[in-house]
């Protein structure tokens, strides 16, 4: 029984459980506590599906009156195991050397277009460049050690002074939290699953909550009605190169600087999915499975 | 870079000192060092280089514009797929929304 309880376990929380979450807006009261389930979700899904792949795979050696079709269905349980880690493996190496090529090569071209600004820059961080053009744009390009922050010259015009401090802020909590690490970590994992077993709730979920969490980093040096203003003006002022439905993280964002109410109960809610998903497979099913495969390999 | 970007013409690493040299700030670069500069932008895709009797000479190997225009196009894509390589600050939203939020900041 373990292999398929383990299995069933991996795609519930690979699919209906991630998809039904992230149609919830209660984790975004508590963006640190919502990325930690994400991450403890994603973990559990693939401890089941490696799990279930294990256990297959003993209940295939190890089974002395092997029916046709439960061999049939063990087998094919094990090939989606396979299948998911082997695809996890090639899409962290793939996923972190095309962002890592796209990164040095935005990197070089920012330095050698736009001038270190030493008078915008008020401390030590990852270095300012700002580039002559009229979009108003401001992004990071995080690193361990090569970080930079991007305004143009366009948005330094759009914002305030105010304002300004809290982009600038903002895109350094991001560099300093590495927060384009917990996101690569969610791409892996979208990237790791088959279409058909996928939802991108997770990553789209984490880029939102990565975002309040930048906003928090900003709120407390530019205050809020500044760090709104910078939003409002850099959000609402470009064409965009897409059409992005409303319930975007700017319209997000504004809705929590307007209403700040930390949300204890969505921590609580967030820290006890975390523990119930990792805790209860693991104490119910991994355990006494691992004991069994002890048992049996002891012959 | 700046140098070989204001030149009509592809320079030799002398022509790129010379001009390095020439511009008030009193720098006196050696000419290994213009080399070296010069090889690390050809291995990073920035220059190319030709054969020039027994030097090489160096052209920029796209336009100031289109490396502006490249780095904002980046930048601006909404597609999601080449942007995890940056972290915005905002995207951009439909005006609907853009209308949306220009209310609640006015209500703040």
Redesign the interface.
Known sequence: MTPFLLGLIGIALSLPVPALLGRADWPYRSPAAGIVMWQSLALAAILATSGAGLSTALWLVSEDDPQPWRVALHVLLLLVGVLIWARFWWAVWTVWRRTGARRRRQRHLVDLLAEPEGDVSDRVGPALRVLQHESPVAYCLPDRTKSRVVVTSGAIEHLSADELRAVLEHERAHVSARHDLVLEGFEFLRAAYPRVLRTDAPLEQSRVMVELLADDAARRVAGDRALAGAIVALAGSQTPAGTLGVGSAATIRMARLRDPRSGWWAAGLAWAISVVVLVVPTVFLAGPWIFHAIDVLRG | ?NVLWDADEPLSVREVQDALDADGSGRDLAYTTVMTVLDRLGA?H?VDRERDGRAFRYTPSQT?ES??A???D??????GD?T???????????P???????R??D??
């Open positions: 870079m990073k920035m100031r490396a502006a490249e780095l904002i980046a930048a601006l894509d909404a597609s080449r995890s390589a940056l972290v915005h600050f905002a995207r951009s939203v439909d609907a929304e853009a209308a949306a939020l220009r609640a900041l209500e703040m």
